[in-house]
């Protein structure tokens, strides 16, 4: 939820096109830039627009082991070793 909330009430048209204009007032207050995706729902009351979440949800069955791995599985002493020696790699060009 924002902040704050508009002093005064706005008003926007519809285009031959559909499309809807929001006030600056609005985008600003809501922080929606250009590209922000929004969920438009029906409600009682007339629409509701969300904004919509960068990502999907997913559940962690769908995504695990999605990936194809070169070799066998490394260990976790390997894998602590390929983070620092990549660590010290990029401290060691600064």
């Given amino acids: ?13 519809v285009s031959t096109k559909g499309q809807v204009i929001l006030p600056k007032a609005v985008r600003d207050l809501r922080k929606w830039g250009v590209g922000t995706r929004l969920i438009v729902e029906e409600t009682e009351d007339g629409v509701l627009l969300r904004q919509a979440p960068l990502f999907s949800e997913t559940n962690p069955s769908e995504v695990f082991a999605s990936l194809r791995g070169n070799g066998p599985a490394k260990t976790i002493d390997e894998m602590k070793a390929g983070i620092l020696a990549e660590a010290k790699r990029r401290h060691a060009r600064d």
């Avoid at 939820?1 to 048209?13: E, P």
């Fill in 1 to 13: 939820m924002a902040a704050s909330k508009l002093t005064a009430s706005v008003t926007t048209v």
